[in-house]
């Protein structure tokens, strides 16, 4: 019964997954980016950190594939993407769709995609958030299993806002994922 966490950057999440009591379920973390600071995280935690750059592989294709035959050695009950930022083909994401989840920084539907909190303060919204969703082909699509709503202040700033949907994100996905564990 295990989880892995796949990143491409500075990997708050993953650092609150693994502080929190579904830590010690982390068995792998994965990353797209041989430079991304959560894989130190996941070194510092004792996990077994795999660095998987689509530019070392000819074609995407190769490298979606590498990243499936490592996922299957693997073999973990969970696949949580947290700041995972790279768009995975259909044919793949229907391959392991029965297990992965993704957190996006804004109350889906409002605002898929990149740049939310800028975009969140452009509408003039008084609440933003974060959502977990399970993966599906459609980007930043898939069935919503739970939101973490988070007041928009009259004086935010794209930063500022980022700073409070990040605690946000913090609290609700090792939450989400100690549920999800709990129900398999
Ligand atoms: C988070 O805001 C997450 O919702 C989005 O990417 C960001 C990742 O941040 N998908 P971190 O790497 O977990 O700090």
Redesign the pocket.
Known sequence: MTIAVL??????????ILESSVGELVSAVISDNPK???LQTALEHDKAAYSLSPADFDKHSDWENKLGELLEAVQPRIIA?????RILRADWVSRFADRMV????SLLPAFPGLN?HRRALAAGVKEHG?TIYRVCEKVDGGEIIAQKKVPVLADDTPKTL?VR??AA??ALYPAVLAELISKV
């Not at 950057?9 to 650092?15: E, K, S, V």
């Not at 993407?81 to 930022?85: E, R, Y």
């Not at 993704?102 to 920084?105: A, E, K, L, R, S």
């Open positions: 990143i491409s950057g500075r990997g708050g999440n993953l650092r609150a991304a600071a959560g993407l947290a700041g995972f930022m993704n957190i996006h920084p939310t974060c980022a949907v990040s994100e913090h």
